[in-house]
T-cell receptor
């Protein structure tokens, strides 16, 4: 079955760049997503990338996809304290639009 | 409008109570989902409705009963729950076109505590 892995924790200083990494095992993954979850809240879709793309940039967010290594990363430029949250990587490959989530990376931004 | 709303935001119930969680979207989406999320864990899929019909039930106990009265609404009826059912229950929706991999939009969740 599909497996999506993320590191548990990342700590950065305000103003620095954050890079959150994700690896997946399903080579048929078609869409890859990044969701942000603040404490006690639902999941907010940040961005997504199709598997035929290598990079996608959206304001402070840059998504890089290495399909050969099955590695996805999310770079947040000029990280702010409001970026502190849990970031979930997710992939969708099979019919029925099933999402497979990673375990989430807790990003802590220090002032 | 890319909003999925859920009510109530918080719910405390006893093991003998019957309650319902509600989810609503007005994006014209035809696929709706229920997820359960325990603390510090990713969401786990419970049910998927496609065009108001239950298409996926991920072996969820019968004390959880979903209902999709129309294309905009999704309910989750709760009865005789256990304390281990305490979690954040998330609703999501997507366009519902089965031939595409679709983006799911999530609601804010209902935080449930079973005493």
């Amino acid at each position: 079955g599909e497996d999506v892995e993320q590191s548990l924790f990342l700590s950065v200083r305000e103003g620095d760049s954050s890079v959150i990494n994700c690896t997946y095992t399903d080579s048929s993954s078609t869409y890859l997503y990044w969701y942000k979850q603040e404490p006690g809240a639902g999941l907010q879709l940040l961005t997504y990338i199709f598997s035929n793309m290598d990079m996608k940039q959206d304001q402070r967010l840059t998504v890089l996809l290495n399909k050969k290594d099955k590695h996805l990363s999310l770079r947040i430029a000029d990280t702010q304290t409001g970026d502190s949250a849990i970031y979930f990587c997710a992939e969708s490959a099979d019919a029925g639009n099933m999402l497979t989530f990673g375990g989430g990376t807790r990003l802590m931004v220090k002032p | 409008d890319t909003e999925v709303t859920q009510t109530p935001k918080h719910l405390v119930m006893g093991m003998t109570n019957k309650k319902s969680l509600k989810c609503e979207q007005h994006m014209g989406h035809r696929a709706m989902y229920w997820y359960k999320q325990k603390a510090k864990k990713p969401p786990e899929l419970m049910f998927v409705y496609s065009y108001e019909k239950l298409s996926i039930n991920e072996s969820v106990p019968s004390r959880f009963s979903p209902e999709c009265p129309n294309s905009s609404l999704l309910n989750l009826h709760l009865h005789a729950l256990q304390p281990e059912d305490s979690a954040l229950y998330l609703c999501a929706s997507s366009q519902g076109t089965t031939h595409l991999r679709e983006t799911q939009y999530f609601g804010p969740g209902t935080r449930l505590l079973v005493l």
